[in-house]
């Protein structure tokens, strides 16, 4: 009995001493660094991460390095549709950082920012221009938000590499694995505590891309159907373009909902407006 006390002890002991540096320091060694994997959907290669325990996959990609720097890159999110809710902090830690929530509603993508000063429920968060990328699914097994970003590389009390976008930057995820949000139509729902978080090291000397505006290009081209709305498969996507499913469901954030020949839903999710980005492509953004 004692035994076994003294091993629970040492094991607890272990973890911290294995942890604390990480969260004391960005800078140190971390568990677990990026490396460059390719969406085989869209062709996009990211640096990012594949957690072998909490069944996630994070990448990011930068365009190039730039005078100015730009303002944008593009995220990937894959988790597994079981989840409650799978976010992910680019600052590496939940204060003062840049957050995305994701969550499966009805096979929508529902993907916000967030921010918070502190470890209380973060405060929906506008500025960043999400706009979702034609690979982002919501199958039977997975959902995957991969997405462009702009006005993303600085917020409120930080920034990527800490404005630097040649040097480091932790990325931390987190997941609540059974536990939904209180309202999963509600972009804004308030939510619980994650069960777990980890975190990656992002070498950003190694995360732009010569072919960013390539990735661009495609998604723009593509981005006239319902970002959202790229499983053909699924029937029961209320974002289908067809006219018989349900006029009145309301598109999912970031999806289309107007534009020259549009047929699809024209009311956006809880939280959202419909805005006008052009002619042809009107765009759920946060209200
Ligand atoms: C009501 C909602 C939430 C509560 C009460 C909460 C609370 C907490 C607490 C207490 C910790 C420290 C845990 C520990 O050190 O063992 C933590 C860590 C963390 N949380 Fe949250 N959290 C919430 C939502 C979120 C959301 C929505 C995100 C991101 C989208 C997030 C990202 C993180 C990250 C990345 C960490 C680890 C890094 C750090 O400690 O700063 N949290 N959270
Ligand atoms: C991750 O996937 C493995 C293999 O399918 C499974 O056994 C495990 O329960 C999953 N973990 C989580 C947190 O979903
Ligand atoms: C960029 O985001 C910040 C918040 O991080 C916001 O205050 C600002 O208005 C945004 N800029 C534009 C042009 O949307
Ligand atoms: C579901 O989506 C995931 C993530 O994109 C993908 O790896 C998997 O092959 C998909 N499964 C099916 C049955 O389409």
């Known amino acids: 009995m004692s035994l076994d006390r003294r091993g629970e002890t040492q094991y607890l002991y272990t973890y911290k001493r294995i942890w604390t540096p990480i969260f004391a320091c960005a800078s140190v060694a971390v568990a677990q660094t990026a490396s460059a994997y390719c969406d085989s959907t869209s062709g996009i290669c990211y640096q990012g991460y594949s957690d072998p325990v909490m069944n996630m996959t ?9 005078t100015p720097p730009s303002d944008e890159y593009m995220v990937q999110m894959v988790a597994p549709a079981s989840f409650g809710w799978s976010g992910l902090s680019v600052g590496g830690t939940m204060a003062d950082s840049l957050l995305f929530t994701l969550w499966p509603y009805n096979d929508q993508i529902m993907l916000g920012t967030r921010w918070t000063s502190g470890y209380v429920l973060p405060d929906p968060y506008a500025g960043p221009k999400i706009t979702l990328l034609p690979d982002s699914t919501v199958n039977s097994t997975h959902i995957k938000a991969s997405f462009r970003c702009q006005n993303c590389t600085v917020w409120q009390d930080g920034s990527i590499g800490g404005g630097d976008l040649n040097s480091f930057q932790l990325i931390a995820y987190v997941a609540s694995y059974t536990t939904k949000v209180a309202d999963p139509s509600n972009i804004d729902s308030s939510m619980q505590e994650h069960d777990a978080f980890n975190f990656f090291g992002l070498d950003l000397t190694t995360v732009h891309d010569s072919s960013y505006n390539s990735y661009i290009g495609s998604s723009a081209s593509s981005s006239t159907v319902a970002p959202s709305s790229t499983t053909p498969a699924s029937s029961s996507a209320p974002p289908a373009t067809s006219t018989s499913a349900a006029p009145s469901a309301a598109q999912s954030a970031y999806g289309q909902c107007g534009g020259t020949g549009w047929t699809g839903p024209t009311a956006c999710a809880s939280g959202f ?8 492509y009107s765009q759920c953004t946060p209200s």
């Open 58 to 66: 994070i990448g990011l990609v930068f365009p190039p390095l730039s």
């Open 273 to 280: 407006t419909c805005t006008e980005l052009n002619d042809y």
